[in-house]
């Protein structure tokens, strides 16, 4: 549900704290004509899975004002990998530990560190892991035809192969991602860990929310606020159906298109004949390139008419049958929740 956030987390260090910490990484920068430099130092383990990038951001000339940004996979930090899904209810598990974590790396009391309801949220990375099994493939076949307006799509490939791996819709402030589960964990050398048994036949979808949908969500972006999973849930479920998986892809071919439209006994011959030129412009020619040969106005007619005729919200084609990704609103199962508590005894 939840997993890459970027934290703003107000915390006065002086000076003396400052440099009393070990960072890995500090940079400066000045802009133009300003008088003042920007210091940025960071703390960041690439050994260890999981582990929070740590931020600190100040004017040179005055370093007590300044701004502490933690960016971190929540399931990650919990749980050693992402397959495993944080829910609202982890939040609290999380944040405990993470302050635990950055009192360690600040060399401070935790007590020092504000609560998670002082937070702000500068960014959001929200997911749903599906198990469909041995249609993994079927599923990313399918979608890499599907385009998106205003997004430019990519396509990723196993190393050396054309199987298709990774499906993403980029704008300029937010992405879409489909990708195997299951084959990342391989790449990563974790064939043989808890975490590849659980990502076996595994879907991922994730969303990098924009700024825009996070100051929507709360203008303030408090972290209680934000990570709610009644809002995540409709954010998910609602883009799925912008790309045609909310109800499942049933149109294998053309063929099947034109037969439908045939049927339709209160389309006149001419409505029909209208109706099959503009499907077969859209399946040969792809969706980009159809709006190109309509105005925007014939195009959303005919387009909307023939996704009520076949009764989708996307015209997707694909040679298997593949069910609707829907957002399960039921609780974890019994064994995910024994896999977590575990993990959680030991922090």
């Known amino acids: 549900m939840f997993d890459t956030i ?28 300003k008088s003042y430099t920007t210091v940025y130092k960071r703390i960041y383990n690439t050994t260890v899975s999981g582990t929070p990038n740590i931020f600190l951001i100040f004017k040179e000339q005055n370093p ?42 600040l060399k401070i009391d935790v007590t020092r560190i504000p609560n998670i309801e002082k937070c702000r949220v500068d960014k959001l990375h929200i997911c749903k892991n599906f198990n469909v099994g041995s249609l993994k493939h079927e599923y990313l076949k399918a979608m890499c035809k599907v385009s998106k307006s205003k997004y430019s799509v990519r396509i990723y490939h196993a190393m050396g192969s054309n199987i298709i791996q ?54 303030s972006r408090i972290a209680t606020s934000v990570l709610k999973k009644s809002v995540v849930d409709v954010i998910l479920q609602n883009t799925l159906d912008e790309i045609g998986l909310g109800m499942g892809i049933q149109i294998s071919s053309l063929q099947q298109i034109l037969d439908t439209i045939n049927q339709q006994s209160k389309l006149k011959a001419r409505g029909k004949s209208t109706l099959k030129a503009f499907a077969t412009d859209l399946i040969m020619d792809g969706e980009t390139q159809c709006r190109k040969n309509y105005s925007k106005a014939t195009f959303q007619r005919h387009f909307k008419e023939l996704k009520m005729l076949l009764g989708v919200q996307k015209i997707i084609l694909s040679p298997v049958t593949l069910p609707p990704l829907r957002i399960d609103e039921n609780k974890k ?12 005894e030991k922090l």
């Open 333 to 344: 199962t019994v064994s995910v929740i024994a896999e977590q508590k575990t993990v959680i």
């Open 166 to 219: 990774t499906v993403e819709w980029k704008a300029y402030s937010r992405k879409i991602k489909l990708y195997d589960k299951e084959a990342e964990v391989i790449a990563k050398g974790l064939a043989n860990t808890p975490a590849a048994s659980k990502a076996k036949g595994m879907l991922r979808f994730e969303i990098e929310l924009s700024k825009k949908e996070l100051d929507k969500i709360s203008p």
């Open 6 to 33: 970027k934290l703003s987390i107000p915390i006065v260090l002086s000076e003396a704290e400052i440099t009393k910490i070990n960072w890995t990484q500090t940079k400066t920068s000045k802009y133009g004509t």
């Open 64 to 105: 007590t004002e300044s701004w502490l940004k933690v960016e971190v996979s929540i399931p990650k930090f919990l749980y050693g990998s992402n397959v495993f899904e944080v829910n609202e209810n982890d939040i609290g598990v999380f944040y405990k530990k993470l302050k635990k974590h950055l009192a360690e790396q």
